[in-house]
């Protein structure tokens, strides 16, 4: 019963969004896709800007405001970025 009542709320944003372009979130912000929001890339900059510079993935995070499994995320495709550059 439960699965079904989910399962109506979410057709039922999905058609709004095929209708109008945007559905109205809980909080009453207008959502474009039905999805958990991005992050904001001021913080997201200034993140990297904290992990070039040598700051842990943990006083980044707690610097800037985000999550440390997405400071962590951006610090691997950070050194990935870097491998790519060296080898090519």
């Known amino acids: 019963m439960i699965h079904a009542r989910v399962v109506a709320g979410i057709d039922r944003v999905r058609g709004e969004i095929k209708r109008n372009g945007h559905f109205t979130s809980k909080a009453g912000k207008r959502r474009k896709r039905l999805a958990r929001p991005n992050t904001d890339p ?3 900059e200034l993140a990297r800007q904290a992990l070039a510079s ?7 995070a707690k610097l800037v ?7 962590q995320r951006l610090k691997s495709a950070m050194a990935a970025e870097l491998e790519e550059v060296r080898a090519g």
Do not use: A, F, N, Q
């Not at 040598?54 to 980044?60: A, D, E, I, N, S």
């Not at 405001?65 to 400071?71: D, I, K, M, P």
């Open 42 to 44: 001021k913080k997201v």
């Open 54 to 60: 040598g700051t842990g993935v943990l006083k980044t």
């Open 65 to 71: 405001g985000l999550g440390s499994g997405t400071v």
